[in-house]
């Protein structure tokens, strides 16, 4: 009987460590995080009511929230699509500006010399900066604070390079100090669905 019991048990024990290996397998599978998005801790952020947003120049598309406001602009060198949440407050809001530029790009000193002086001039300080692998492209992205008005301000500018003749430019913007890193996840989870259409 103890003996009957006891493989019962140990049958149990194979039966759950297999459901809970294969559980584990399933959920690092589903939840392939972005670089940005494990550098800055992210949790998986997800939006309801998703609609598809083409830029001007059908370029480049994002899937944004249908509640959100959506703005759109276009010149000879670049096209636009700017959004935010504007039922919250500014401070409880993510702001995205994501930007298709014809124009090259090379992260390289100059490029970041260039970005470190036109920051400190708005008086704002780069915290983070690294180059990483996004959409499968080469980018970068720099972490900026400092103060706009009265408010504590954050903003992450992400360049992605497309080609040798085109980048895109997406840059969140955090007003104030309340979940800066939830906005700035729920930020790249937008970006991170990105789609070029080259």
Request: net charge neutral.
């Amino acid at each position: 009987m103890i003996n009957h019991l006891y493989n019962s048990v140990k049958t149990v024990s194979k039966i759950n460590y297999s459901l809970l290996l294969i559980a584990s397998l399933l959920l690092c599978s589903c939840s392939k995080q972005s670089v940005i998005s494990k550098d800055f801790n992210c949790e998986p952020t997800s939006f309801d009511n998703l609609e598809n947003v083409d830029d001007l120049k059908n370029l480049f598309s994002l899937q944004l929230p249908k509640n959100w406001k959506i703005n759109l602009y276009q010149d000879e060198a670049q096209s636009s699509i700017f959004t935010a949440d504007t039922i919250k407050q500014l401070t409880e809001t993510v702001l995205l500006d994501v930007t298709f530029v014809r124009n090259k790009i090379n992260f390289d000193e100059a490029f970041m010399l260039q970005q470190e002086q036109e920051y400190l001039a708005k008086n704002l300080i780069r915290v983070k900066s690294k180059e990483i692998t996004l959409l499968d492209k080469p980018a970068l992205y720099m972490v900026y604070k400092g103060k706009k008005g009265a408010y504590p301000f954050q903003t992450c500018h992400t360049f992605i390079k497309v080609n040798d003749q085109n980048f895109i430019f997406a840059k969140t913007e955090i007003y104030g100090d309340s979940l800066v890193n939830e906005r700035l996840c729920s930020a790249f989870s937008l970006i991170e669905n990105l789609k070029i259409h080259q």
